[in-house]
């Protein structure tokens, strides 16, 4: 099972913060932290959500925790979702803007999205898009006092948590790169995706190669070094195929490497964890080529327990990443091992 997830619920005093915990049975608990703020959090049920059964939510006034951001520091490092609530009107957005950059700015690495309350009252609520564009942030409509809140809260609460925990690979390139770049480069992709289900090691190899040449030429139209993690990365995927179609451990190393250097360029955790697992994968299938061409039964029983410790630790980086989808594969590939 994956961990519970901590959700902090925050914004301006008026927003509907204590509203939100409140939609929930249970009782409010009051939480003394190590610099005695004083924090209100409730455990919340999230039924049919794979793999995990509750989160805890918890509110802190925004404008309080980035006067005294140090001291709220034990209770923000274990936050996993940064939750800003808005009241959707013109001015509370224009003073949730400069906050929010504020909190960019002191937690750069934060996973945070915008729930937009108080949509039910139209005539001088701003839409949801026209909020999204404002703030350049995921934004979820939504009324506390409206017929099913506390059901409709739960919808969000759920598809929040299954982007932050539940992640998959076209998640990289949508975020890091230009949409008009995004979409010829994921419909490239998904190309070779099929050719490696046919088992066209080659053209899906060759896919790869002209992806990672246009990543390169594209490395001028976007700032920082993330575009090189994902030229490495698509050069890594061309390796690995390279090495399907040959049987060749050499490319097998070299993807190893190349799953490295892109983890080198990337600052997100959970992506640095995939990497990190898929470089894994690399040594295990080099040693699983060693296992088969070996006719030592000395050598093939010291591969056996190198192969499946590091399919464990494997299968550990993709939950830590969040990607469940890959870390149940890694398991099925652990279970046709014997101990």
């Known amino acids: ?21 409140n939609l929930f049975p249970g009782d409010v608990i009051l939480e003394i932290d190590d610099n005695f703020n004083e924090i209100f959090q409730k455990s919340i049920l999230l039924p049919e959500l794979n793999q995990i059964e509750q989160c805890i939510l918890r509110e802190i006034d925004l404008k309080e925790m980035l006067r005294n951001i140090d001291s709220y520091r034990t209770i923000l490092d274990i936050v996993d979702i940064f939750c800003i609530i808005i009241d959707s009107t013109e001015r509370n957005i224009e003073e949730s803007e400069e906050l929010i950059a504020e909190l960019k700015f002191k ?36 009324s506390a006092i409206q017929e099913n809140s506390e059901e409709k809260l739960i919808t969000i609460l759920k598809k929040i948590i299954e982007i932050t925990f539940f992640r998959n690979k076209k998640e990289i390139f949508h975020s890091l790169l230009k949409q008009e770049d995004y979409k010829v480069i994921w419909t490239e992709i998904e190309e070779a995706r099929r050719n490696e289900k046919r088992r066209d090691f080659q053209a899906a190899s060759n896919i790869f190669s ?16 993330e575009i090189d993690a994902l030229y490495y990365l698509c050069r890594a995927w061309q390796s690995l195929n390279l090495a399907e179609e040959q049987k060749n451990i050499k490319k097998f190393a070299e993807a190893e490497i190349l799953f490295n250097q892109a983890n080198e360029h990337f600052s997100d955790k959970n992506l640095k964890a995939l990497l990190y697992a898929n470089s894994i994968f690399c040594e295990i299938l080099k040693l699983s080529f060693q296992f088969d061409e070996s ?3 000395n050598r093939k029983a010291e591969y056996y327990p190198k192969i499946r410790n590091l399919i464990k630790r494997a299968i550990d980086l993709y939950k830590e990443g969040g990607y469940l989808k890959d870390a149940e594969w890694a398991m099925n590939v652990l279970n046709t091992l014997k101990e």
Do not use: C, H
Request: charged fraction near 25%; avoid cysteine.
């Open 210 to 225: 002209n992806i990672a040449t246009r990543l390169k030429n594209l490395k001028s139209e976007y700032e920082g070094k």
């Open 295 to 297: 006719d030592n039964p």
């Open 1 to 21: 099972m994956v961990k519970t997830p901590n959700i902090l619920i925050t914004g301006i005093e008026g927003v509907g913060k204590s509203t939100i915990l």
């Open 107 to 142: 937690m750069p690495d934060i996973q945070l999205f915008i729930i937009a309350n108080f949509q039910d009252r139209v005539s001088i609520s701003w839409s949801v898009e026209k909020i999204a564009n404002r703030l350049d942030q995921k934004v979820y409509g939504f």
